[in-house]
Structure formats: structure tokens, C-alpha cells
């Protein structure tokens, strides 16, 4: 079994900081991608940020510039390091862990709440 640990979230002014963390634990062959999702009330989720287990990053238009996802391979996290906070920032956010085992599976976190009052 796998589990994701999310840490990090909580209540933060506008153009303020947050860093997220999400742990993998558990029987791991290989970690690939890893990243996050958000849902705000009333919205469908989507992708903010991803990276491959080679560093590789992909980041939602709207976080472009402001959010920066990193990795410590070593120590199977991911980081969502988030900058100049807004308000429409505000979503519950997920991380996910693409995990090969006996075939690649998908994990996600238990989700972290971020809200960014203005």
C-alpha cells in the first residue's frame, strides 16, 4: 500500500506565502510524476502543478510565475512552494503520486485546505 501525506495548507493574506508537502510512503518501486490539484466550492478540480521524476515541471497558466513545485527524490516528497497569493487561490488542494508497482497506479493525498483572504 501507498500513502500520500499532505501538510501545509492553512490561512494566509493576499501576496502572502504558502509551501506545501506531500509525502509518499509505503511500498515503492518507482515514484514518476507527482503533483497537485485544487478544488474550489462550486469548481471542477484541475491541475495546478506536476514534475517528473526527472525534474521536468508543468504549471497551470494561472499559477505561472507564482507557484514553484520541486522534489526531493531521496526522500520521496514534493513540494508546492506558492508565492503572491490571490484571493481565486483559494481551493482545496491535492497532491498525487503516480507509483509503478506491479502496474502504475495513481495515489492521492488526503487534501490540504488553502484559503487567501484579500
Known amino acids: 500500500q501507498v500513502q500520500l501525506v499532505e501538510s501545509g495548507g492553512g490561512l494566509v493574506q493576499a501576496g502572502g506565502s504558502l509551501r506545501l508537502s506531500c509525502a509518499a510512503s509505503?511500498?515503492?518501486?518507482?515514484?514518476?510524476?507527482m503533483g497537485w490539484y485544487r478544488q474550489a466550492p462550486g469548481k471542477q478540480r484541475e491541475l495546478v502543478a506536476a514534475?517528473?521524476?526527472?525534474?521536468?515541471?508543468n504549471y497551470a497558466d494561472s499559477v505561472k510565475g507564482r507557484f514553484t513545485i520541486s522534489r526531493d527524490n531521496a526522500k520521496n516528497t514534493a513540494y508546492l512552494q506558492m508565492n503572491s497569493l490571490k484571493p481565486e487561490d483559494t481551493a482545496v488542494y491535492y497532491c498525487?503520486?503516480?507509483?509503478?508497482?506491479?502496474?502504475?497506479?495513481?495515489?492521492w493525498g488526503q487534501g490540504t485546505q488553502v484559503t487567501v483572504s484579500s
Open positions: 514534475i517528473t521524476s526527472g525534474g521536468s515541471t
Open positions: 498525487y503520486a503516480d507509483v509503478s508497482r506491479s502496474i502504475l497506479s495513481r495515489y
Open positions: 509505503g511500498t515503492i518501486f518507482r515514484l514518476n510524476a
